[in-house]
């Protein structure tokens, strides 16, 4: 079995199979939880970066917490990723970024933290900008490359899909080619050089909303063909075929946000076919916020989907869903769920 932790809107829920249920614990009660990552050489070792409390870490799988504040300037924690490569100190590197767009980071398990300050330097850096704060921008999505020690991604929303080849001393500006509004940023060991891209594109262009490289970024393709949703927001691939790939996506940003407008699609595509919409064991898309999508390397063929309504599991690389039975405390509200991470037992 795993365990699941999930950033929610007033905290962080720990999900585990217990006793043959599924039992949620709720710590960091009150703070608006945003990201979250684990340390794969120290898996009770958890970073969360919250919007205006700044970032928090647990050395016990999530049961207490202490804040985090030697070096890092911004409080608005927005993403957080672990390189599977680059250690230090006997721990995985982790990159942290806020709002406004700047990341940070550590080598020490989180002790201390070091600013990457050449990001703002970048000359498309005056253009970005976050429609609903258009005084400002963050930094999205953060994706270390598990193959190239080094290399990491970083995606501006909105305006620039980055690149660096040491660690974020230095930073490449976004490829004309590339995505604008990329949401979710991910790789895969057994696809090198590979990126898949959900991006916020489509809203504007349909059919653009979903773009790949097949060259570490230098260039870049869009492949949206069967799908009639083109704001899309997560994405996640199969952890033993890189050619399956599941996404999810609505019409637009109200539809896949707003609680009062909801209405969200997940899609999957295998090998080099179409997008095709999933329905089976899924809510309807109709009052569903767009999901976050989750894997593990350790479960091959399966996923995970994290929305308003639930969190729900497929077993067959995405083609039928269940929804997990979770057990929460007593007067637990509904509540949206922004990040999920797959902790194997």
């Known amino acids: ?31 608006q939880t945003q990201c979250i990552v684990q340390d794969p050489s120290h898996v009770e070792k958890l970073y969360c970066g919250t919007f205006d409390q700044g970032l928090w870490q647990s050395s016990d799988a999530g049961k207490t917490w202490q804040h985090v504040d030697d070096g890092i300037t911004e409080k608005q924690i927005t993403s957080l990723a672990v390189s599977p490569l680059e250690r230090g100190n006997g721990y995985h590197v982790i990159y942290v970024g806020t709002e406004p767009s700047t990341m940070f980071r550590s080598e020490d398990g989180g002790s201390r933290w070091q600013e990457l300050t050449t990001l703002r330097q970048l000359p498309s850096a005056p253009t970005w900008s976050f429609p609903p704060r258009p005084y400002t921008h963050h930094v999205r999505w953060i994706t270390p490359d598990p193959l190239v020690a080094g290399r ?39 696809a090198p050089n590979h990126l898949y891209s959900a991006a916020g594109d489509g809203f504007m262009q349909p059919g653009a909303g979903f773009v790949e490289s097949s060259d570490g970024g230098q260039s870049w393709f869009r ?5 009639h949703h083109h704001y899309l927001w997560s994405v996640a691939a199969d952890p033993g075929d890189p050619s399956t790939l599941v996404v999810s996506g609505a019409s637009g940003p109200q539809t896949a ?53 639930g969190i729900f599991r497929s077993s067959d690389a995405g083609l039928n869903w269940e929804s997990l039975p979770i057990r929460w405390p007593e007067n637990t509200p509904s509540e949206r769920i922004s990040a999920l991470v797959i902790s194997p037992d």
Not at 157 to 167: F, Q
Not at 223 to 227: D, F, H, I, P, R
Not at 260 to 278: D, K, M
């Open 152 to 190: 990491v991604f970083a995606t501006i929303e909105a305006g620039a899909l980055i690149r660096s080849h040491d660690g974020g001393q230095t930073w490449e500006d976004r490829r004309p080619d590339g995505p604008y509004d990329t949401h979710t940023l991910i790789m895969h060991r057994l």
């Open 1 to 31: 079995m795993v365990t699941l932790y999930a950033t929610r809107e007033t905290a962080v829920a720990v999900i585990r199979h217990q006793q043959g249920e599924w039992r949620a614990d709720l710590s960091l009660a009150g703070l």
């Open 257 to 309: 946000h707003n609680p009062y407008q909801a209405e969200s699609a997940i899609y999957r595509r295998a090998g080099n076919g179409p997008w095709q919409q999933v329905h089976n064991g899924l809510p309807p898309s109709k009052g569903m916020l767009a999901s976050v999508l989750a894997t593990h390397e350790t479960e091959p063929g399966v996923f995970y989907a994290a929305n308003n309504i």
């Open 223 to 227: 492949t949206g063909e069967g799908m």
